[in-house]
């Protein structure tokens, strides 16, 4: 039996979720008095209003090895014989490197279980490696060997890019992600950054001033990277509608329309803040 794992910054829908079987770990946030298991305790509309109330930022855990060893014991009593784990990028969680560690206990300490385990790094968040898992997922179902399926995930998430826009950087700065002199005089300025994600790399790619041109230039830098004819996903927050104007925008210009949307999680935006947009896609070849 073969199961696919992944963790909730990979931003896949609970009916995604449910209907491929997929295993998907929460995280804990912490926001003011409140320990929250998102996912769990509550759904993505509900965290944002839970942000709107607090004037703190929220803080996220990480997976611990622990978790992942009792998961791995979990697993291996069900029947499992290839657990195929997706995780968060490995550059800004300690999660995937935990996962490691605990594979590695879990063969020394049940070396007679037959559960081959196979952990890959996300490299970034949200559709960057959740619409690859879904593929993945899909390519199960069809009843693909797991070799296929794991040729397909060492393929594509290298490949995998984003790029995505920040209506306000209030959380980014106090999360790190943009240094806080840099936040301040962007909202003085009333700069909006557009920010890439590639290969566990977050950098600054653009800026415009004002919302208004944001969804254009996100859409027009994503265009540019894309491999011509292939799938590509919207990434959205607290307001949809940003997302309806990107997918007629891009829809458009490419003559197809987004193979999905993916709302972000907690995890997501206590470091973004609520409301973004982003494109998720396949690079071209170099």
């Keep these: 039996m073969i199961k696919l794992v992944t963790d909730a910054a990979s931003d896949i829908s609970k009916a995604d979720e449910a209907l491929y079987g997929i295993h998907v770990i929460p995280f804990q946030v912490s926001l003011g008095d409140k320990n929250i298991v998102p996912r769990v305790d509550c759904d993505n509309e509900e965290f944002y209003a839970l942000m709107d109330q607090y004037d703190e930022i929220p803080k ?9 060893q009792e998961l791995f014991l979990e697993q291996a009593r069900a029947g499992v014989t290839e657990l195929i784990l997706v995780l968060i990028n490995s550059h800004g969680s300690a999660t995937h490197g935990n996962a490691v560690i605990a594979a590695q206990q879990f063969r020394e ?31 199960l179902r069809d009843q693909a060997p797991v070799e296929d399926v794991l040729a397909y995930l060492e393929q594509e998430l290298p490949r995998r890019e984003v790029y995505f826009g920040m209506y306000t950087l209030r959380y980014a700065a106090k999360s790190g992600r943009i240094p806080s002199a840099a936040a301040f005089l962007g909202d003085k300025l ?38 011509p004819g292939t799938p590509y996903e919207l990434i959205y927050g607290s307001d949809p509608s940003v997302a309806d104007e990107a997918a007629q925008l891009l829809t458009q210009a490419l003559g197809y329309p987004p193979a999905d949307r993916y709302q972000i999680s907690a995890v ?19």
């Design 190 to 227: 009333n700069l909006k950054p557009i920010m890439r994600i590639f290969e566990n790399e977050i950098v600054t790619a653009a800026k415009c001033r004002g919302e208004n041109k944001l969804i254009s230039k996100v859409a027009e830098m994503s265009m540019a990277e894309m491999e």
């Design 268 to 286: 997501i935006a206590a470091n973004a803040g609520p409301k973004v947009i982003g494109v998720s896609f396949t690079r071209k070849a170099r």
């Design 60 to 68: 996220t855990a990480q997976v611990n090895p622990f978790q992942f």
């Design 109 to 139: 300490e049940a070396p007679q279980s037959p559960m081959n385990i196979h952990i890959f790094d996300g490299r970034g968040y949200s559709a960057l490696y959740g619409a690859p898992v879904i593929r993945a997922a899909q390519m």
